[in-house]
């Protein structure tokens, strides 16, 4: 296989005196897209938190592309081409669906175009001229994936994209992330929603207690999901 894009190894992490993250491996490989599976409180969120530099306190190997991302001040992240978007997604809430396109920075070549966008985001197009807040939650989870791939990024990092939408919506988001594979996008995402994760990723990896305990590929989950009960309860 060709190199990772993103290669995570013995990742700690803490906040404050809190020791979270016990040294999580994680590679992605170019084009792939991967789920962080575990329960609540398994150390997800904070492992995508490090590697984007949000937490700060974090110590062992995090490289994107040639980028040594420990050696990245939070605000030159993005310009290494990843984009993240977290659980609460980060749109501008007051600003119009079309503005909220507009303002997010070119950080790499291939940013999408607004036209672009429209195209793969046909229900953005018709709500243009909307507020962010008056978008129901799925149109607001589309909005904040469209505004990442504005900037030309070449990896996602996505919490939960999926929480909180009514199945038709989970599906339309499965069918964008797929869309977005075959364009060659790289996406690792945390999943609660397991029906989801396993009909969309290729590999998972499955945290628990700050660390790493499987790494299952998809033509293995039938065959892990006695693993699978025991971890996720699912
Ligand atoms: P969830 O789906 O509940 O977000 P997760 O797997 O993403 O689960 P994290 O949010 O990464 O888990 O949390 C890992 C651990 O870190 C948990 O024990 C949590 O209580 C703790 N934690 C999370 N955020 C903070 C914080 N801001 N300060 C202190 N501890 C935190």
Known sequence: MSEPLLHVRGLQGFYGESHVLHGVDIDVFPGETVTLLGRNGAGKT????????????????????????????PHRVARAGIGYVPEERGIFASLSVAENLTLPPKVAEGGMSVAEIHRLFPNLAERAGSQGTKLSGGEQQMLAIARVLRTGVKLLLLDEPTEGLAPVIVQRIGELLRALKAQGMTILL?????RFASAIADRHYVMEDGRVVAEIRRE??????????ETLGV
């Open 46 to 73: 904070t492992t995508l938190r490090a590697i984007m530099g949000i937490l700060r306190r974090r110590q062992g190997t995090i490289r994107m592309g040639g980028t040594d991302l420990l050696a990245t001040p």
């Open 190 to 194: 945390v999943e609660q929603n397991f």
């Open 220 to 229: 293995e989950m039938a065959d892990k999901m006695d693993l699978l009960h």
